[in-house]
């Protein structure tokens, strides 16, 4: 059947794609189709179209429709995907046995699905998960809570049970990630799995990770090879307070994402920071001054020990809770 599509070279091909994807003028139920040089994007509506695109009207197959677990259950429900593992937060069992039976069922890559059963609790930050549902056919051996997570060209292996991880927060990891220089050495001082460890490692930075989880740590060690940047990342199990007189005053770049109590922290992140050191510090209040207490914080720590303290970036990550933020405060520590 023949449906409009804007027509470009090969190479604007991608690059098209996503300009017409935030236009929301993607057709998702028919396949884009590349002949030779050229690629055919269908388009739902080409009158809403620019002159800056050529649309002509060819054969295109229609999209395969995925079975999905409303399909399969009558309403849409609520759940998140981590790499293979789908997870749930609801009290009511029963909703939630046929939620997880009809994700298993549909079209989604997913081997497991599972139900938060507890907030994140202690130093360690996990929390417990109750098994709902496994694919039978699946015969993997891992435990049901351990997936591997892709995010911005980067894989974490990770098991919920032993770790915390939150997807949630990739975007804000890529923007301080992207400012890190080849030559720095930076220092995220609550590591987790690495996923702010690695892409700084990436892009040629020496970095010392450390984390008070004993499987943090080895996941951390384990996704630094399976990202090629185990050569340039140090892991260290510990609480960081204790390690920080092995790196004093060594640090270009420091990350310090304990937003509920980072400021306990903060002698020792001026202990490690070197004569010229970023800190992303992050912190939840209240949003009437989201960022006056981490800054008084900040200044309270550095300013003694003979820093200048300059406020670079006053960035709200998400809402936290009603009338909380989440916030991070990029901040230049120099003597």
Known sequence: ????????????????????????????????????DVIYLPVTDPESLSGDYEVVYRDVPAH???????????????????GDVAILDTDDSERADRIA?????????????????????????????????????????????????????????LDLA???????????????????????????????VGPFVVPMAARGATVVGVDLNPAAVEYLRENARRNGVADRVTAVEGDVRDVAADYAGWADRIVMNLPHSADDFLDAAVTLAGDDCVIHYYDIQHEDDPFGPGEAAI??????A??????????????????????????????
């Not at 429709?65 to 609520?78: I, K």
């Open 64 to 82: 395969d429709r995925q079975r999905t677990p409303a399909d399969l259950l009558g309403f849409d429900p609520s759940y998140e995907r981590l």
């Open 1 to 36: 059947m023949e449906r409009p599509c804007v027509r470009v070279p090969r190479e604007a091909g991608e690059r098209t794609r996503r300009a017409l994807a935030d236009a929301d003028l993607v057709d998702e139920d028919h396949e884009i189709v590349v002949d030779d």
């Open 101 to 157: 039976q009809a994700i298993l069922e549909s079209d989604l890559p997913v081997r497991a699905v599972i139900d938060r059963a507890s907030k994140v609790k202690g130093d360690l930050r996990v929390r417990d998960w109750t098994v709902l549902a496994t694919d039978p056919d699946d015969g993997d051996d891992r435990p049901a809570t351990e997936t591997v997570h892709r995010e911005y060209g980067f894989e974490y292996l």
């Open 299 to 304: 200044r309270d720590a550095a300013e003694p």
């Open 162 to 192: 032993a770790v915390y991880f939150s997807p949630r927060l990739a975007t804000e990891r890529h923007r301080v990630t992207e400012s890190v220089a080849a030559d720095e050495r930076a220092v995220d001082m609550f590591a987790g």
């Open 306 to 335: 003979g820093y200048d303290v300059e406020v670079l970036t006053r960035h709200v990550v998400r809402s936290y809770a009603p009338h909380e933020l989440n916030v991070c405060l990029d901040v230049r520590l120099s003597r």
